[in-house]
């Protein structure tokens, strides 16, 4: 059985009939990182889906290595507090690449019952709410891109040959492992292909509410390199490994559900965005700058977003154009109709780029933002006058600190977010303060973690 039980009797029945053993109750980090319990199946199905687990809050301040730079809400002083883990019973699966687990996802409060300001869950579902006060439920789906590497992190191929089915069939068996894994974790899989990168993949994952695809990306990234490492490979989602490959990236699609269940982009003119569009993508172009951060959260995201890379440079909307930061898909009448947001690196956690999005998106909306003329051509010779979006954490930092997107997703948490990124900046000037070369410093630092 596959798919994802929406309450705990389903997950109950799922698990007798799957025979697991043990449940991993998973919370999501800053990082993107899935941490969490194993719990017995047993415990969590008499006990542990009602009582919870704790966990250290120092997880919601972690860099990618696990080091805790100084941070103003958790630290010493607070003592490092445990974080109550309430799990989420309607988002329960069971793995078939693992016989005997099953995961639900879970959120953290804190010590006085309330959403963690720190958790990127707690950060989502306030922005799900804050797109549902607006009379619309949002829809997402993910792009997840990825280089396959030998146990040396070497990629697995040292030739491009985009989207080839007779081309690199060796690794078509790990692949093949990794769509059934996705699948029978619940996670809808569109497609894959080999991307423009030498030994890089992309797998499609199907469109899920916001909570649920945010969910499904952090463990999509899970399933795919556990996968990899059972072939005997592993798989890296750091946005720039080698700073001559293309980098991976994490495209997200966005659509809004309205009152009467239908796309509300759905009645666009054939190449023309109806109102709702225009003004949803009036609010991504708007809080642009201050969501690459969220994007590029460390020195090497930002060595992205370069020209003719395929990664978006300038602030800017268009149709099917990949030099695009906001490509929108506007068919006449299409309930596939949608926006494509492709400034995020792999990296990205999802739960924070979606909520950026929403809350930049919800803007636009509440405010009737105009998105501007529509790009076309090649953006990055010819971006006419359009922002040029931040290539360097410093200034990813500074657009987003104090902005009107930081405190519309929480002062707390984009103090601390902040606080987190900042403490990179020394390390990358000390180990590697070239803005466009990726070392072996920044590899070491980041391709596992990532
Ligand atoms: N690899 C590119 C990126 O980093 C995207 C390529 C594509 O259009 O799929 O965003
Ligand atoms: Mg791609």
Redesign the pocket.
Known sequence: MSGISDSIESFRAAAAEADIHTVEVAVPDTQGHLRGKRVPAKRFLENTFESGANIADAMFVFDMQNDLPDNEFVNMDTGYLDAHLVPDNSTGRIFSHRPGYGLVFADAVNEHGDPHPLAPRSVLAAQIERCRAAGLEPVVAT?L?FFLCNPDWTPVQAHIQYSSLTDGMEFEAVLADMRSALLGAGIEVEGSNA???AG?F?INAGPADAMTAADNTVLFKSIVKQVAMQHGYKATFM?KPWAEQ????M?VHTSLTSADGKNAFGDCSEGEPNDVMRAWMGGLLEHAEAMTLLGAPTSNGPK?IRPY????THVCWGLDN?TVLARCIAESGSSANRVEF??A??DANPYLIIAGILAAGTDGIERNLDPGAMGSGDMYGNPGDCTALPTDLPGAIAAFEGSELASRLGDTFSRSYVSIAQAELPLAAENNPDPDDVNDWERERFIEHC
Do not use: D, N, V
């Open positions: 792009e891109e991307e423009y990168g890089q992309e946005p293309s980098g991976s990236g495209h992205r890379t395929f990664a978006p990949r492709r400034s690196g792999a």
